[in-house]
Protein backbone atom coordinates (compact mmCIF):
# COMPACT_ATOMS: atom_id res chain seq x y z
CA UNK A 1 0.00 0.00 0.00
CA UNK A 2 1.43 3.45 -0.69
CA UNK A 3 1.04 6.03 1.52
CA UNK A 4 1.70 9.65 0.75
CA UNK A 5 2.39 12.17 3.87
CA UNK A 6 2.47 15.87 3.59
CA UNK A 7 4.35 18.26 6.04
CA UNK A 8 5.02 22.28 5.98
CA UNK A 9 1.92 24.18 5.05
CA UNK A 10 0.39 27.08 7.85
CA UNK A 11 -0.07 30.50 7.96
CA UNK A 12 2.31 32.97 6.17
CA UNK A 13 1.43 36.94 4.71
CA UNK A 14 1.48 37.55 1.35
CA UNK A 15 4.64 38.19 -0.32
CA UNK A 16 6.02 35.53 2.47
CA UNK A 17 7.43 31.87 1.61
CA UNK A 18 6.47 28.10 2.41
CA UNK A 19 7.86 24.52 1.40
CA UNK A 20 5.85 22.07 1.64
CA UNK A 21 7.39 18.24 1.56
CA UNK A 22 5.68 14.74 0.52
CA UNK A 23 7.33 11.57 1.15
CA UNK A 24 6.12 8.33 -0.77
CA UNK A 25 6.42 4.89 1.12
CA UNK A 26 4.97 1.49 0.58
CA UNK A 27 6.15 0.91 -2.80
CA UNK A 28 9.02 2.67 -5.19
CA UNK A 29 7.94 5.65 -7.16
CA UNK A 30 11.51 6.12 -8.64
CA UNK A 31 9.61 6.08 -12.28
CA UNK A 32 6.51 7.95 -11.35
CA UNK A 33 5.07 11.17 -11.89
CA UNK A 34 4.51 13.39 -8.74
CA UNK A 35 2.30 16.41 -8.30
CA UNK A 36 0.82 18.74 -6.22
CA UNK A 37 -3.01 20.20 -6.63
CA UNK A 38 -5.12 22.59 -4.49
CA UNK A 39 -8.66 23.10 -3.51
CA UNK A 40 -9.69 26.43 -2.45
CA UNK A 41 -12.77 27.08 -0.17
CA UNK A 42 -15.99 26.54 -2.59
CA UNK A 43 -13.78 25.55 -5.67
CA UNK A 44 -12.72 22.13 -7.37
CA UNK A 45 -9.63 20.74 -6.85
CA UNK A 46 -7.18 22.35 -9.18
CA UNK A 47 -3.32 21.18 -11.12
CA UNK A 48 -0.63 23.18 -9.62
CA UNK A 49 2.39 21.60 -11.16
CA UNK A 50 3.69 18.11 -11.98
CA UNK A 51 7.77 16.78 -12.48
CA UNK A 52 9.03 13.68 -14.57
CA UNK A 53 10.34 10.87 -12.86
CA UNK A 54 13.96 12.01 -12.86
CA UNK A 55 12.96 15.45 -12.28
CA UNK A 56 13.72 16.46 -15.86
CA UNK A 57 10.30 17.98 -16.88
CA UNK A 58 8.12 20.18 -14.89
CA UNK A 59 4.78 21.79 -15.65
CA UNK A 60 3.14 24.47 -13.68
CA UNK A 61 -0.59 26.18 -13.38
CA UNK A 62 -0.01 29.67 -15.43
CA UNK A 63 -1.21 30.97 -11.60
CA UNK A 64 1.70 30.17 -9.77
CA UNK A 65 4.22 30.10 -12.85
CA UNK A 66 7.21 32.12 -12.02
CA UNK A 67 6.47 31.84 -8.18
CA UNK A 68 6.46 27.78 -7.56
CA UNK A 69 9.09 24.74 -7.54
CA UNK A 70 8.34 21.61 -7.81
CA UNK A 71 11.78 19.08 -6.87
CA UNK A 72 12.22 15.72 -6.12
CA UNK A 73 14.26 13.44 -4.01
CA UNK A 74 14.15 10.00 -5.47
CA UNK A 75 16.52 8.85 -2.95
CA UNK A 76 14.57 9.96 -0.10
CA UNK A 77 11.40 9.19 -1.82
CA UNK A 78 10.07 13.00 -1.28
CA UNK A 79 8.85 15.50 -3.31
CA UNK A 80 9.06 19.34 -2.55
CA UNK A 81 6.73 22.18 -3.46
CA UNK A 82 9.02 25.68 -2.86
CA UNK A 83 6.48 28.59 -3.12
CA UNK A 84 7.53 32.32 -3.06
CA UNK A 85 5.90 35.71 -3.45
CA UNK A 86 2.54 34.10 -1.87
CA UNK A 87 -0.71 35.76 -2.15
CA UNK A 88 -4.33 35.38 -0.84
CA UNK A 89 -5.25 33.51 -3.71
CA UNK A 90 -3.33 30.40 -3.05
CA UNK A 91 -4.97 30.19 -0.36
CA UNK A 92 -6.11 26.02 -0.17
CA UNK A 93 -5.69 22.60 1.15
CA UNK A 94 -2.69 21.31 -0.95
CA UNK A 95 -2.27 17.40 -2.38
CA UNK A 96 0.50 15.56 -3.47
CA UNK A 97 -0.49 13.01 -5.59
CA UNK A 98 1.72 9.77 -7.43
CA UNK A 99 1.02 8.98 -10.96
CA UNK A 100 2.46 5.41 -11.40
CA UNK A 101 1.33 4.81 -15.21
CA UNK A 102 3.38 8.09 -16.04
CA UNK A 103 7.00 8.95 -16.33
CA UNK A 104 7.08 12.11 -17.96
CA UNK A 105 4.39 14.33 -15.75
CA UNK A 106 0.89 14.09 -15.78
CA UNK A 107 -1.86 17.21 -15.74
CA UNK A 108 -5.22 15.59 -14.73
CA UNK A 109 -6.35 14.12 -12.22
CA UNK A 110 -7.38 10.69 -12.95
CA UNK A 111 -3.93 9.93 -14.23
CA UNK A 112 -2.69 10.15 -10.41
CA UNK A 113 -3.68 6.72 -8.16
CA UNK A 114 -2.53 7.80 -4.97
CA UNK A 115 -3.11 11.03 -3.27
CA UNK A 116 -1.88 13.02 0.34
CA UNK A 117 -4.31 13.78 3.10
CA UNK A 118 -3.70 17.58 2.36
CA UNK A 119 -2.09 20.29 4.22
CA UNK A 120 -3.60 23.91 4.33
CA UNK A 121 -1.62 26.72 3.35
CA UNK A 122 -3.56 30.53 4.14
CA UNK A 123 -2.08 33.47 2.98
CA UNK A 124 -3.15 36.38 4.57
CA UNK A 125 -3.38 40.27 3.12
Known amino acids: QVQLVESGGGLVQTGGSLRLSCATSGRSCIHCSMGWFRQAPGKEREFVTTISWNGGTTYYADSVKGRFTISRDNAKNTVALQMNSLKPEDTAVYYC??????????????????WGQGNQVTVSS
Open 97 to 114: AAAYRTAGGAYYEKDYDY
